[in-house]
């Protein structure tokens, strides 16, 4: 497995509209439209950042994983995501090491990625994202 740069944070937040203005007017970073992605209940907006991207995650639904996420721990980054070469190849590898994970086969995420979540029990209790991306 080969992990080739931290692809992006994930901060939940209440609503991308009222969230966005930090990013954009004080840290001055560029807005590229946001995309809803029904399977997951949440809709996603990228800042990009160098080599790496912030996210902004709003659930688009109370029962949604971000939804709950706030609901328990408040906005805040969610997730870590890496890019990796190869996403099912990276979670057999994990699996071998008895790594637990939440998705056992990527599925597609914003911008068409191919994405899979480590469980946090074996992260010392940080959501990671892997992702591959072309
Ligand atoms: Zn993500």
Known sequence: MKILKIDHLGIAVNSIEDGKSFWTDALGLPFEGDETVAEQKVTTAFFPVGESEVELLESTSPDGPVAKYIEKRGQGIQHVAFRVENVEE?????????????????????????????????????????????
């Open 90 to 134: 990276a979670l057999e590898e994990l699996k071998a090491k008895g790594i637990q994970l939440i998705d056992q086969k990527p599925r597609i995420g914003a911008g068409g990625a191919k994405i899979a979540f480590l469980h946090p029990k074996a992260t010392n209790g940080v959501l990671v994202e892997l992702c591959e991306r072309d």
